[in-house]
């Protein structure tokens, strides 16, 4: 006998205007008094893009809670970046006034790596919302879309790096070098990169094997 799969839950608008208000604040506030603004400019361009794309799709899909949630999370992050620009945002030194101790001292790091957990996030928080997307648009599987998504990670950070070199290249050095945020790393953008795909494949796995029903491809806004 069949098992009978019941219908999603549909996630209420509210919850998704809520999260925008929130981030509208968010923005606003890493707009004021920026450390750099024209890197601040350059950070936001593709946040615009990003709405954009959202607004487009509004009434073709609406994502789950969790991957909404996970959405938000990212941009506030990177709205954090691009507040103090990614090099100079002063995680140790709010550590030390909490805890009197800097990841510097406790982990020996010589460069700042806010940069690197948000490439990482990347991955783990934007690949669950691009799985929903692939088996709305697609007639993947469930595995195929995440093998798909993983995919779209990798090609995503890589075309981010060829943004921030074409940037840094186009503004020279002082907004450039803020941008290209490198700190002296030769090998910054293979980090950033891998970082992105780990993020992305630890996502995929978090999911666990459930396999994919018709109602995912069809309702991907539910409340799993």
């Given at each position: 006998m069949s098992k009978v799969v019941s219908p999603p839950r549909r996630v209420e608008p509210r919850f998704y205007w809520t999260l925008t208000a929130i981030f509208a604040v968010v923005f606003v506030a890493s707009g004021l008094a920026p450390l750099d603004r024209t890197t601040w400019l350059l950070e936001n361009a593709l946040v615009l893009l990003a709405g954009v794309a959202i607004w487009v799709l509004?009434?073709?899909?609406?994502?789950?809670?969790?991957?909404?949630?996970?959405?938000?999370?990212?941009?506030?992050?990177?709205?954090?970046?691009?507040?103090?620009?990614?090099?100079?945002?002063?995680?140790?030194?709010?550590?030390d006034s909490l805890t009197g101790h800097t990841l510097k001292d406790l982990l020996g790091f010589k460069r700042n790596h806010y940069d690197r957990l948000v490439h990482f996030g990347g991955g783990l928080l934007l690949a669950p919302l691009l799985r929903e997307l692939l088996l709305r648009f697609s007639r993947l599987s469930d595995w195929g879309a995440r093998l798909a998504a993983v995919s779209v990670v990798m090609s995503a950070s890589l075309v981010y790096e060829l943004i921030e070199w074409a940037a840094a290249?186009?503004?020279?050095?002082?907004?450039?070098?803020?941008?290209?945020?490198?700190?002296?790393?030769?090998?910054d953008a293979q980090k950033d990169m891998a970082l992105a795909t780990l993020g992305g494949i630890l996502a995929m796995l978090a999911l666990g094997s459930r396999r994919a029903t018709p109602n995912d491809a069809e309702h991907p806004s539910s409340g799993r």
């Amino acid at each position: 006998m069949s098992k009978v799969v019941s219908p999603p839950r549909r996630v209420e608008p509210r919850f998704y205007w809520t999260l925008t208000a929130i981030f509208a604040v968010v923005f606003v506030a890493s707009g004021l008094a920026p450390l750099d603004r024209t890197t601040w400019l350059l950070e936001n361009a593709l946040v615009l893009l990003a709405g954009v794309a959202i607004w487009v799709l509004r009434k073709r899909f609406a994502p789950s809670r969790r991957a909404a949630t996970l959405l938000f999370v990212f941009m506030c992050l990177h709205e954090l970046g691009a507040h103090y620009t990614y090099s100079k945002v002063p995680y140790d030194a709010w550590l030390d006034s909490l805890t009197g101790h800097t990841l510097k001292d406790l982990l020996g790091f010589k460069r700042n790596h806010y940069d690197r957990l948000v490439h990482f996030g990347g991955g783990l928080l934007l690949a669950p919302l691009l799985r929903e997307l692939l088996l709305r648009f697609s007639r993947l599987s469930d595995w195929g879309a995440r093998l798909a998504a993983v995919s779209v990670v990798m090609s995503a950070s890589l075309v981010y790096e060829l943004i921030e070199w074409a940037a840094a290249s186009l503004f020279g050095e002082g907004v450039g070098a803020a941008y290209l945020g490198t700190q002296g790393d030769t090998w910054d953008a293979q980090k950033d990169m891998a970082l992105a795909t780990l993020g992305g494949i630890l996502a995929m796995l978090a999911l666990g094997s459930r396999r994919a029903t018709p109602n995912d491809a069809e309702h991907p806004s539910s409340g799993r």
